[in-house]
């Protein structure tokens, strides 16, 4: 038996909120100027900052008004929620949710539907295999323990506080991420000066081992795309394959500080690869880059980056379903030529760039978790056993 804590009371979500089904069927006669889909919510994020045109989409849609929370009911494992500013109209792949003011704080709900609890039951109570989804009926069953009314100002002022934190932080890496962009876009763009990917490397751009076999314990590891994140490599789950099969393709070898660059997937995303992995190798679908010493690894990992280059990569790249660059293709992959010592002042400052955004996302990310933390700290307290 669980007993609720003195001026709690177990609460269904349908008595918390309003399920508002105002459907548009002509989203551009709507009369409003946005339209939010899922693509356009941030994970974790309680604010709206993209926002597409109602006349770029078609089908039913519904309106939301100022206040109104947006909650992506299609794959909530992605918590997608958000507090409407204006007015305008969402997906229909996402619940447009109205708080009972007699019942809940309106400015309360959101922070609580942040919450662990109730996102894990969300995902729990989500149907289909491919695209799980909820259905509003199954969740406004769902019971929760609700602190008393003259409760709820004080935690909206605490998790406020923390949420202005992580706003913050989430709007300074918009417009981090939007410079960071505009940087690369400037860096290199296309001009005269410009010589093949080859020309920068000491070595022949090849991929690498063609049938690495069965996974040996202790045997040479090897890297795949999908081993590759963006800016870095997973290390948790390297394969290895045997030495003298990895001997077979000492031309693939990789040394310390080579770019992994993956020729299908992700077109054109490419690693360093860090000390801990000199000796490792690679399979065909990524190919290694090994920089001149003289020059700037860093300067052609960011080109590769860049928005000009990756248009280039994509108009080389092959494939219908699954897009691929060769390797001729690769190798002769125009990049913007400066002189040595300008590619590192180049590298140098998108590399400082690269941190700051990393460190705001670091306390962005320690904001939500406090906020995480707080809730699950008073929601577990509601219930005493």
């Known amino acids: 038996m669980t007993d609720m804590k003195p001026g709690w009371q177990r609460v269904k979500f349908g008595e918390l909120a ?3 089904n105002d459907r548009v069927d002509d989203p551009s006669t709507a009369g409003v100027e946005r339209y939010v889909g899922l693509e356009h919510l941030d994970p974790e994020s309680l604010t709206i900052r993209r926002w597409g045109s109602p006349d770029d989409v078609e089908s039913t849609k519904l ?72 259905n509003w009926k199954a969740l406004a069953q769902q019971e929760f323990a609700l602190p008393p009314p ?7 002022t605490m998790l406020s506080a923390w949420y202005r934190f992580s706003a913050s932080y989430a709007d300074s890496l918009v417009v981090g ?16 000066d410009e010589i093949p990917l080859s020309m920068f490397c000491r070595n022949l751009i090849t991929y690498g081992i063609v049938q690495a076999g069965p996974d040996v314990p202790n045997g040479v590891p090897y890297i795949r795309v999908t081993d590759m994140a963006e800016g870095e490599l997973k290390l948790d789950n390297l394969q290895r394959t045997a030495p003298e099969i990895a001997a077979k393709y000492k031309r693939s070898e990789l040394d310390e500080g080579d770019l992994v660059l993956a020729l299908r997937g992700p077109i054109g995303l490419a690693v360093t690869l860090p000390a801990s992995l000199r000796g490792a190798n690679l399979t065909q679908g990524t190919a290694r880059v090994s920089v001149r010493r003289e020059l700037s690894t860093d300067y052609v990992r960011w080109a590769l980056r ?23 293709a690769l190798r002769d992959l125009p990049i913007p030529w400066v002189a040595p010592q300008r590619q590192h002042e180049i590298a140098e ?26 809730l699950s700290v008073v929601l577990d307290a509601g219930e005493q056993t």
């Open 18 to 20: 309003n399920c508002i």
């Open 63 to 134: 309106r939301f008004k100022p206040g109104d929370i947006i909650f992506g009911k299609r794959r909530a494992y992605q918590r997608k929620l958000a507090v409407a500013d204006f007015e305008g109209i969402c997906s229909a792949h996402a619940m447009v949710l109205r708080a009972k003011p007699d019942v809940i704080m309106p400015e309360f709900l959101p922070l609580f539907m942040q919450s662990d609890l109730l996102m894990k039951r969300a995902v729990e109570i989500s149907v289909g295999s491919l695209s799980p989804t909820i």
């Open 150 to 156: 003259e409760e709820q100002p004080r935690l909206v």
């Open 177 to 192: 991420t939007q410079a960071q962009a505009a940087a690369l876009r400037h860096f290199y763009e296309k001009r005269a």
């Open 306 to 328: 860049s928005s000009p280059i990756q248009a280039r990569i994509n108009s080389v790249a092959k494939g219908s379903t699954f897009k691929e660059i060769s390797l001729a």
């Open 349 to 374: 400052v998108l590399n400082a760039v690269d941190v700051s955004l990393r460190d705001m996302h670091e306390k962005k990310d320690q904001a939500n978790m406090r906020i995480k933390a707080a």
